[in-house]
């Protein structure tokens, strides 16, 4: 059975792998179905309003405090801010980041330790501020499970195919589609097609709920019916096997001796989700002007209404261009938030050549940007029938606080050193001679 997911509207879902674990009118018995225990997991605040509320009672096998001491562990590439580096105003991009051959002797990473930083803002001790991520993930994580207790992953495959085994269940996502998986949720990641690399924001602020369309009314945008949960399951495993736990930005492990995903059934609004990408249903102008990229909102980790969000994201998937009069690509713009945009698929036109699947740009606050000296000429003055953006995947996160990039990822070979360049050679008319 699959549910439907209506984030931020406080609904009850529920879920059994094997019928008759939910109690019916309580959701913590004296004494729960066939020995399970019963664990309250409190996504918000527990006063939050009811419709902003997040909470999973799960019926579960061992409770989640049995697990040995955590130790400070190593974080590799997975990194927090806030980093040393100042934000930078530049216009900034990455070419698709290289991932490692399979097979190798100690160059097998999981989707953990597969994370490389790019860029953050905020903290997660400060609960709020988001950070983006890649990952390479060449091997899958076996005895290891994983919480981040520090934010929400959104994550974006863009090659190879997920299967993410969660507490609340397991979904499996490949190119074109995201996983929201959310603070404080267990989980391990396995690689059924091989190799994966993709995207991943980590959300320190609110948690990602679909935006409120105002003006456009009931329909449009990310449905809430294109929201998928996972079916409860669970696996009874005694073995030995490790917690990793990121806290405040450390990296802690603790030993487990079964696994975690013990959870038989579950009754809450606090759970793992899945959308394809390509069900967004984009809006855009029918006549004229190239409207704001919030017409392309999906999710929002709202912050302030008027200087921005926490982390908006916005999903560009195929769709028609029809604006008469109108210098259709983005034009050029200066904006009060944080631009991070990655390609899931296809090509990225606009400027500089275009970007391929895996590549990424970051505009922060203020940073001119807009399409390169070609695309401008050739926008200007091109016919403008009807056309269809064909085969192009694209996601944006904005954000209102300045995002720092790593060192890490301004010293990568990937990070485009000559970006800029592509804004040279514009030429002024106005007041040129005839
Ligand atoms: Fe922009």
């Not at 509207?9 to 004296?30: K, T, V, Y």
């Not at 309003?49 to 579960?60: A, C, E, H, Q």
């Not at 490949?174 to 959310?182: K, W």
């Not at 940073?367 to 050739?378: I, Q, S």
Request: proline fraction near 9%; hydrophobic fraction near 35%; aromatic fraction near 10%.
């Amino acid at each position: 059975m699959t549910l439907t997911y209506q984030i931020g509207f406080g609904n009850e879902l529920e879920s059994e792998a094997e019928p008759g674990i939910l109690p019916h009118g309580r959701n913590s018995p004296q004494r729960p179905a066939r020995g399970l225990v019963s664990e309250l997991i409190s996504g918000t605040t527990f006063t939050a309003p009811r419709s902003l509320n997040r909470r999973t009672y799960v019926f579960r096998a061992m409770p989640s405090v049995i697990h040995g001491r955590y130790q400070p562990a190593e974080s590799k590439t997975f990194a927090t801010p806030p980093f040393n580096s100042p934000p930078n105003p530049n216009q900034m991009r990455w070419d698709p980041f290289d991932v490692p051959d399979t097979g190798v002797p100690d160059t097998e990473q999981d989707f953990v330790d597969g994370m490389f930083t790019i860029c953050g803002n905020g903290s997660p001790n400060g609960q709020s501020g988001t950070a983006l991520h890649i990952y390479r993930a060449t091997a899958p994580m076996t005895d290891r499970f994983f919480l981040d207790a520090d934010g929400e992953l959104l994550v974006m495959p863009v090659g190879g195919t997920l299967l993410v085994s969660t507490e609340l269940g397991r979904l499996q996502v490949g190119p074109g589609e995201l996983a929201l998986i959310p603070r404080g949720i267990k989980f391990r990641v396995e690689l059924p097609d091989g190799p994966s690399f993709g995207f991943v924001c980590e959300n320190y602020g609110l948690p990602f709920r679909l935006p409120e369309l105002g003006l456009i009314g009931s329909n449009g945008l990310a449905n809430a019916v294109d929201f998928h949960v996972p079916d409860a399951w669970y696996e009874i495993e005694e073995k030995a096997c490790t917690l990793t736990q990121k806290f405040c930005g450390t990296f802690w492990e603790a030993s487990l001796g079964h696994s975690p995903l013990d959870v038989v059934a579950w009754r809450g609004n606090h759970v793992p989700a899945k959308f394809n990408m390509y069900d967004f249903v984009a809006l855009g102008t029918a006549t004229v002007d190239h409207p704001d990229p919030s017409i392309f909102c999906a999710l929002s980790s709202p912050s302030d209404e008027v200087l921005g969000g926490n982390a908006d994201l916005m999903v560009l998937p195929p769709r028609w261009a029809v604006a008469e009069d109108t210098f259709r690509p983005p034009g050029f713009h200066r904006n009060c938030v944080a631009e991070y945009l990655g390609v899931i698929a296809g090509k990225h036109f606009g400027k500089a050549g275009g970007l391929s699947p895996g590549g990424a740009s970051l505009h922060n606050n203020w940073a001119a940007h807009g399409p390169d000296v070609e695309t401008f000429e050739l926008n200007r003055s091109v016919e403008l029938p009807p056309r269809k953006i064909e085969d192009s995947l694209v996601f944006m996160i904005e954000s209102r606080q300045p995002l720092q990039v790593t060192d890490m990822a301004l010293s990568a070979p990937e990070f485009q050193r000559d970006y800029r360049d592509h804004w040279q050679g514009f030429v002024r008319r106005f007041g040129a001679p005839a």
